[in-house]
């Protein structure tokens, strides 16, 4: 039968594992403690070129899931329709998800299925805020940034999309910034009279053993500012991919691909390219399809992680203990 020493010996080791476990846990949104949804949020674009200011820009705003205290993303009616199935907490995840979105959406809000939750252009300072003068204030939650093409001191700019989570978590200060400056990447280049651009679409299969479930052909539409101007077939006979010469350079391009299939989709933009690889998998969908929306999240708390933890030692501790209470 164990003994009184023994006993408190055996207490002592294991409130110090409870101790260490707690310790050891990654402590960054424990810190940051919850989200106040009540905290008004805000937005600031830099838009900056090496020759100064990039001034008149327009950009929109595109609310894409509210956040809970928690930081838990939900996406919003207007994109439940897209089914994203893009799970990570880095910045690539962020970068694809945006690529992959501005097409289907400008597409959209050209419709007028989509509306933006904010619209506005850079003043002299090349600076945009959101909310502006006279508009809504802005929900928390996860944003989509679109730019739009800009001609100024003799080149064009095109802004890359980009994801913007409001409150933003700073990982190093370990707080929620609920008031948000980001600097935007613009794509640049001389600007010419008349100015002419080539744009190509290429497949990408990511379905190594579902080869079968493969469509024989596939449907990629190419859009100037979010209008349909082309519509061609992708498949094995052109080798996947496609390429539009002497398009208008003034416009936004953007590729989007539809087709029904189990498959997830990828798009991203290198150079002239736009790279579209469909995953086939479970939590394969494509936008437009048929299922349940996924985001990806970001400033998960880990709180409850240390306590899971303790709570599990503490029962071990207290099955040992009665193990060798027994005579």
């Known amino acids: 039968m164990i003994n009184s020493k023994s006993r408190m010996n055996m207490i002592i080791m294991i409130l110090i594992m409870i101790l260490s476990v707690i310790m050891v846990q990654p402590g960054t949104a424990e810190a940051a403690g919850y989200i106040d949804t009540d905290t008004p949020v805000s937005l ?25 205290k928690y930081g838990e993303l939900t996406v919003t009616d207007e994109f439940k329709s897209f089914n994203i199935d893009i799970f990570g907490e880095n910045d690539e995840a962020w970068r694809t998800l945006a690529s992959t979105l501005e097409g ?7 419709k007028g299925n989509i509306k933006p939750a904010g619209s506005g252009s850079t003043d002299s300072s090349g600076r945009l805020t959101f909310p502006a003068a006279g508009q809504e204030t802005l929900s928390q939650g996860l944003y989509l940034v679109v730019g739009h093409y800009h001609e100024q001191y003799g080149y064009y700019y095109d802004t890359t999309p980009f994801m913007v989570k409001l409150p933003t978590l700073d990982s190093e200060k370990n707080v929620w910034e609920y008031i948000v400056t980001s ?145």
């Not at 830099?46 to 809970?68: E, H």
């Not at 289907?104 to 050209?110: R, S």
Request: aromatic fraction near 8%; glycine fraction near 10%.
């Open 44 to 68: 600031t674009l830099s838009c900056q070129a090496d020759m100064g200011p990039i001034t008149g820009q327009s950009y929109d705003l595109y609310l894409v899931a509210t956040t809970d």
């Open 104 to 110: 289907y959406v400008l597409l959209e809000t050209e």
């Open 183 to 327: 600097n935007t990447k613009q794509e640049t280049g001389i600007a010419a009279s008349p100015n002419y651009v080539s744009r190509k679409a290429i497949k990408v299969w990511n379905d190594k053993g579902y080869e079968k479930s493969r469509p024989k052909e596939v449907t990629v539409k190419l859009l100037c500012d979010g209008i349909v101007y082309d519509t061609v077939k992708l498949n094995a006979a052109n080798n996947w991919n496609h390429t539009w010469e002497k398009l208008d350079g003034d416009c936004k391009w953007n590729v989007i691909e539809e087709f029904d299939g189990d498959y997830k989709v990828e798009i991203t933009k290198e150079g002239i390219s736009f790279v579209i690889k469909n995953t086939c998998g479970d939590n394969g969908n494509l936008p437009g399809g048929k299922g349940n929306s996924k985001l990806p999240q970001t400033g998960v708390l880990w709180w409850p992680v240390p306590v899971m933890s303790a709570a599990g030692l503490t029962l071990i501790g207290i099955g040992l203990l009665r193990r060798k209470s027994r005579p």
